[in-house]
């Protein structure tokens, strides 16, 4: 049975996604991804996750995340770590323009608890290069995240969290300064077996357009994770 803390915290976030949905243009996606990390001493993580995504009004797949990571853990719940994303762009399944990006960040596990559940952040710092366009755009990407626990054993959670994309140095393909995007996630993550784990949920991407109308991505999430 769900804790009133799990409902309560569920039902602010659909509050939040509810008060800004009348005044953007909706768009509905599919997300699906997997990620393998392996250990590799005591402190070190190596990484790879995959992340396909398809949209409704761009005509099926309009990109591709592959992420390579390399983590180091100076404490338990302390990971730092560095790497690069590959990013391919399509439009109607047609590649369209290639991205390349550096991806530093810090991530700080269970730092507080909060009724029955556990806060999580990180702090992610990119910079991006598009083959053909002049120059390198930077942006900062903090996340937190409340999970939940819905089983004694502690292994079936809740999961809200927000990610908030700021854009700090543009070029032409970034333009905007500020707060660019927000992604509001509600999901329940489980393991399937004693290393493999599933996420599944709906996340809600609000997108900040200057002059213009803002968007809202209504995405259906599903991960598969991998840890040896």
């Known amino acids: 049975m769900i804790s009133s803390t799990a409902r309560g915290a569920a039902g602010a ?9 009348a005044e953007a243009r909706d768009d509905n996606q599919l997300w699906t991804g997997a990620t393998a990390t392996v250990k590799v001493s005591d402190k070190f993580r190596i990484s790879q996750e995959v992340v396909a995504r398809f949209s409704d009004n761009r005509n099926g797949l309009y990109e591709v995340e592959a992420v390579t990571m390399l983590g180091y853990k100076p404490t338990k719940n302390v990971t730092i770590a560095a790497g ?20 530093e960040q810090v991530q700080v596990d269970n730092f507080a608890q909060v009724g029955s559940g ?29 999970a939940i626990p819905l089983t004694k054993d502690g292994k079936t959670n809740l999961n809200l969290s ?12 970034q333009a905007a300064d500020g707060v ?5 996630l509600i999901s329940i993550s489980t393991p399937l077996s004693g290393k493999l784990g ?12 200057k002059h213009g109308d803002d ?8 991960t598969l994770s991998l840890n040896l």
């Open 13 to 21: 976030l659909f509050l939040i996604l509810l008060a800004s949905r």
């Open 84 to 103: 690069y994303v590959h990013n391919p762009l399509y439009s109607s399944g047609d590649f369209t323009a290639m991205e390349h990006r550096a991806r």
């Open 118 to 146: 556990q806060l999580s952040a990180r702090l992610r710092l990119e910079q991006r290069w598009r083959e053909h366009a002049d120059g390198t755009a930077w942006r900062a990407r903090p996340y937190i995240k409340y």
């Open 162 to 173: 927000n990610e908030t994309f700021i854009n700090l140095k543009n070029t032409a393909f």
């Open 180 to 184: 660019d995007r927000m992604r509001n």
């Open 198 to 209: 599933i996420e599944a949920g709906y996340l809600n991407q609000y997108g900040f357009v």
């Open 215 to 222: 968007t809202m991505d209504h995405v259906a999430t599903v």
